[in-house]
């Protein structure tokens, strides 16, 4: 019977490359991107500059610079991002959501329950009231998509009659412009969360057939 020979180097090799193939799989599908330490540098505004901050300041947070942060939450705005994710998880653990939640809802209350980590919100976002303005279309985007929600127990539509309503009894201002309403940075983190998942799994197959 004929014996089958392998060569101990080809052998290494192969598992080197199989070893370096899930590394790369963990990378892609773990470990967040732009994750590098940085020293963060708080700029803060006068007094007489509140009612008309640039863009890059974040009057949540006392006007610091908003820059790039890695986030797990609202990670749409880890770019340029006016929150830390320790600071979310704070915020977010004050929040209680309504209950039976459909996707479409959750995913729409996760964007309002993010206006703290928007580079924008000095257009929304009152520092000296401690107010937030919400676009009317984006109150009622919401309810429409929320009104089968319990909330203590009930239907939201049982509860409110429109978007608006719901957002005034949740202390909001109302607007058309100047206002809340991020919807689209949601896309350009899905388009990048499908080209992370089409790498990993290229990856994947090429495991797969050669070794």
Known sequence: MARLFFHPKLALQSYY????????????????FNTSAETEVIHVLEPHQYNNPPRKYCPYFNNRLASQRPLNSCAWFQQNSCCTQPEIDVIFADKALPQNLQPECSDLLDQLMCYVCSPDQYMFYNQTSQTLTVCSSFCNKIYFACQDALLK?????????SGDEFCRARKYNIAITNCMNFTEFRVSCAISNQSCLFITLLLLLLQHYLF
């Open 153 to 161: 127990g009930l239907p939201i539509r049982q509860w409110y009659q």
């Open 17 to 32: 490359w199989q070893a370096f193939f899930y590394f790369m799989i963990i990378v892609l599908t773990v470990v967040p």
